[in-house]
């Protein structure tokens, strides 16, 4: 390993530590004491607080530990922290959005001025396209805040007011979702959060740990989408499908032919109607029946459209 690589190691190794000898950074690391010594300073100089206690017996003793240990990256890695701080910072929308800018800054300010130059020529030349928000969500980092703390939160939406345990939060397409459990009637449901009038933390004690309610969840998966359903695609289709697909679908290949399978509930049949006709002449509905003739209907309405 380089140079560089060995510091980012020894920071690792020594980062839980109170106190460490030259002899055992020699052992760990197959360096010698000379080698050692300078690694040693230049740890110090990385931010690393460390004092030499004196005596025979006596070693390097590490002061205050930090909750960030300082990390060497190369100009590849730079550039793809960089490159990910650009591409969160294009959802106009995110629990943490406040925070982007100042971790810019931040990180600029510790490198130096060549790879500056490096990162602002990335940020030109390097794009990245994704379909921004389509709602406006103003409570995110408080959803996020409720899952983490294991909060019950009291919640009035366009359609329904209730206490709530939330699990997760989802971005899929330019809208914000939650998942959880509605404590007034214990359904699991998604909900999109644009939906949220008002947000309260409840006093209410949390009746599920977070690993109860990702039980929940695996079970309304299995169980909520019920309906089976096996589709045939075309190369193009597939390519369609892992661009756009959703918890519910899955890609399998047998005997040369792709084929989309999955469940939905009968609640979702109109969706998936209209999933399946995005696919035009890439896909062809091989069972349930109804699904084949909700898609037959959709097809005839377009065509009288005209």
Same mark, same amino acid.
């Given at each position: 390993?380089?140079?560089?690589?060995?510091?980012?190691?020894?920071?690792?190794?020594?980062?839980?530590?109170?106190?460490?000898?030259?002899?055992?950074?020699?052992?760990?690391?197959?360096?010698?004491?000379?080698?050692?010594?300078?690694?040693?300073?230049?740890?110090?100089?990385?931010?690393?607080?460390?004092y030499v206690e004196p005596?025979?017996y006596g070693g390097y003793?590490?002061?205050?530990?930090?909750? =960030?240990?300082?990390?060497?990256?190369?100009?590849?890695?730079?550039?793809?922290?960089?490159?990910?701080?650009?591409?969160?910072?294009?959802?106009?929308?995110?629990?943490?959005?406040?925070?982007?800018?100042?971790?810019?800054?931040?990180?600029?300010?510790?490198?130096?001025?060549?790879?500056?130059?490096?990162?602002?020529?990335?940020?030109?030349?390097?794009?990245?396209?994704?379909?921004?928000?389509?709602?406006?969500?103003?409570?995110?980092?408080?959803?996020?805040?409720?899952?983490?703390?294991?909060?019950?939160?009291?919640?009035?939406?366009?359609?329904?007011?209730?206490?709530?345990?939330?699990?997760?939060?989802?971005?899929?397409?330019?809208? =914000?979702?939650?998942?959880?459990?509605?404590?007034?009637?214990?359904? =699991?449901?998604?909900?999109?959060?644009?939906?949220?009038?008002?947000?309260?933390?409840?006093?209410?004690?949390?009746?599920?740990?977070?690993?109860?309610?990702? #039980?929940?969840?695996?079970?309304?998966?299995?169980?909520?989408?019920?309906?089976?359903?096996?589709?045939?695609?075309?190369?193009?289709?597939?390519?369609?499908?892992?661009?756009?697909?959703?918890?519910?679908?899955?890609?399998?290949? #047998?005997?040369?032919?792709?084929?989309?399978?999955?469940?939905?509930?009968?609640?979702?049949?109109?969706?998936?109607?209209?999933?399946?006709?995005?696919?035009?002449?890439?896909?062809?509905?091989?069972?349930?029946?109804?699904?084949?003739?909700?898609?037959?209907?959709?097809?005839?309405?377009?065509?009288?459209?005209?």
């Amino acid at each position: 390993m380089n140079r560089s690589e060995r510091l980012n190691q020894e920071l690792i190794f020594l980062s839980y530590r109170q106190e460490f000898h030259i002899k055992e950074l020699m052992q760990e690391f197959n360096i010698s004491k000379r080698t050692a010594l300078r690694d040693v300073n230049s740890l110090e100089q990385l931010g690393l607080s460390i004092y030499v206690e004196p005596g025979r017996y006596g070693g390097y003793q590490i002061m205050q530990q930090q909750l =960030w240990v300082p990390i060497l990256l190369n100009s590849q890695e730079i550039n793809a922290l960089f490159f990910a701080l650009k591409a969160l910072s294009l959802l106009s929308a995110t629990p943490f959005e406040k925070s982007y800018h100042t971790i810019y800054k931040k990180l600029m300010a510790t490198l130096s001025l060549s790879n500056q130059r490096q990162v602002a020529k990335l940020q030109r030349v390097v794009n990245y396209y994704s379909i921004p928000n389509l709602d406006a969500p103003t409570h995110l980092s408080d959803l996020l805040t409720a899952i983490l703390d294991e909060n019950v939160v009291q919640l009035t939406m366009t359609t329904v007011t209730a206490g709530f345990q939330i699990f997760d939060l989802l971005y899929r397409h330019g809208i =914000w979702f939650f998942s959880g459990v509605n404590l007034d009637n214990n359904a =699991w449901g998604i909900y999109r959060c644009d939906t949220i009038k008002v947000f309260q933390t409840s006093e209410q004690p949390a009746r599920y740990t977070w690993k109860q309610l990702a #039980q929940r969840q695996r079970s309304y998966d299995h169980h909520h989408h019920n309906i089976r359903y096996k589709c045939a695609l075309t190369p193009p289709g597939r390519e369609h499908v892992q661009k756009n697909n959703y918890p519910n679908m899955h890609l399998t290949h #047998q005997n040369d032919q792709d084929y989309l399978i999955g469940g939905y509930n009968q609640d979702e049949l109109a969706y998936m109607v209209d999933y399946l006709l995005g696919l035009g002449r890439n896909v062809r509905i091989i069972y349930p029946e109804a699904l084949k003739t909700a898609y037959l209907q959709e097809l005839q309405q377009i065509q009288d459209f005209y």
